[in-house]
């Protein structure tokens, strides 16, 4: 199968969704910066068949017990439908295969009208698959989805062949097992697909290792222990609150270990010992979504880490003055961020150090360098008041730009450097730089018209005892002087945001006009944004340790 068949056959597979009677618009629910525990009772959880195919020792897997709900697609569909035929026009331009504009075309023109479930299946696919994406070690990379019928699908790739003037390869044979190969040109590496058990398979890797693999990509082969049962999976989902939509790990001492066989390097004895001693430290990272809900959805990244380092961890925590006030009212973008600076950077410190002991045991000479030079980097305190910096809050209300420029016309926000001694820092960071000193900002905890910038909006600074602050445009001065002020009484998280991803889609569409004028390619992609607008809502984002780990959460409400 030549690259134009992979091609398609990688958009239809994406291309799997469904719509279905349209009804009423829920009201969104309100984003939240945590996102709450999905509820799911695992003992009635059905592990999908392609799970059989995945060992127990891949060291990553991202997997779906249960298929994105139908309603997702469909708001998608309603969404960015109207932008698909010309971004499948542009997608086949910039394919190098002679022809691809064709194939691109043929595509659309086989799912047009086919954008529900009953269509979908007379296509070979599911409404409603799941999927594994894992790895046979590091690499070969295998993705796995299910699919209705198998003949269907390879009828549909016919089709569309046909309709583009393509001549399909003919398929290879192994173990009854039909499939086409993509080799590189120079040999080197190989991509597989095939058609069976109600799966499509997409494999990549090194020629060798792809070949050495072969059985079990295709299924005829199983591994000695697999995923079958899903407990490593559920076992995640209940221990860290994800839902079954979407579930993945990535293993520390695996990936490593298996890094090193795939780069030719296996570990040695000590090698081995230093990288379990990393792996207990630090054991994997897991993901998930929470909730897929068909107003809001949510989900998060887990960095698991040993308890004494949770520990260490909470107590880089600290007060951010502003923050709760910057984050009030529906900003357009809020962000900050917090950390007891010179705590983080001892805690940086070890993580260096403990870095480069896998690197002398490994005898990987350029992770020691690295570990050293990051290690030296860090070894040297802050100057005094800048160790007293605590956290940055950035707030903005509006923004706009004119016809002719990507310089903003108007912002209406403020931003705020917290300090557990703002005046000192301020002292410090005007010594460092003296053309601070002529903006007209003083120390005297009030704000004040800053001078001399050129920009097309007034901007006021201040510096009170706990924060540095600057207010833009005609609402910044207010919201500066709110929060030179400010008082915080509880810590904070390292970090959280909230923004209006809607408007932000708008300002990237309205930006890429001003830079890209009338670039085909751009407008495509403008026209997608300005779909997405009408799909998303607000969003929030944090990053904090939690129970188990350093832990990112995110939440976005659907339209």
Known sequence: MDRRSLALVAVLASAVACEKKTRTAPTPAPVEVVAKPAVVDVSRLTAPALFASVPTDTPYMLAAFEAIPLEYYAKFKRAIGPAMGSAFAQLGTLMEDEGADRVMTAIAQELEGKWDAKGLESLGFTASPRFALYGLGVAPVVFRIEVRDDKAVLATIDRIAQRAGVTLTAPQT?????????????????????????????????????????????????????????????????????????????????????????????????????????????????MGYTLLGTSVASGGAILELAPDLVAQLQGLRTQVPGLTEAVAGKPMFA?????????????????????????????????????????????????????????????????????????????????????????ALWGQLEADEPKLGKLGIRADGRVHAVTGLGVPFPIHGGVGERAIVLGIGTKGKPLAESAIGARATTSAPFMVMTYDYGKFLELQSQLSLLVGGADPLQEVERKLNEGLATLFGRAAASLDVGTHGLAFWGTIEMK
């Open 335 to 423: 962000v900050g961020f917090g950390i007891q600076i010179d705590g983080a950077r001892k805690l940086a410190l070890e993580a260096a150090a403990a870095v480069r002991r896998l690197g002398e045991a490994c005898e990987l000479a350029k992770l020691v360098e690295q570990a050293a030079d990051a290690g030296d980097t860090l070894s040297r305190p802050l100057p005094g008041p800048l160790a007293t910096m605590t956290g940055l809050v950035m707030a903005v209300h509006e923004i706009s730009f004119g016809t002719s420029s990507p310089v903003p016309d108007k912002i209406e926000g403020y931003a705020a450097l917290t300090s557990t001694n703002a005046q």
């Open 174 to 286: 192994q173990d009854a097992r039909s499939f086409w190969r993509k080799q590189s040109k120079d040999g080197e590496t190989a991509s597989i697909l095939a058609l069976a058990d109600k799966q499509l398979v997409v494999a990549f890797g090194r020629t060798a290792e792809i070949d050495k693999n072969l059985g079990l990509i295709l299924g005829s082969e199983k591994p000695q222990a697999s995923m079958a049962s899903g407990k490593a999976l559920t076992d995640i989902m209940v221990k860290h609150g994800f839902g079954p939509h979407l579930i993945g790990f990535v293993d520390t001492r695996k990936m490593i270990t298996q890094g090193m066989e795939f780069a030719g390097q296996p570990p040695s004895p000590a090698c081995t010992m230093e990288i379990a001693r990393l792996g207990a430290r630090v054991p994997r990272a897991v």
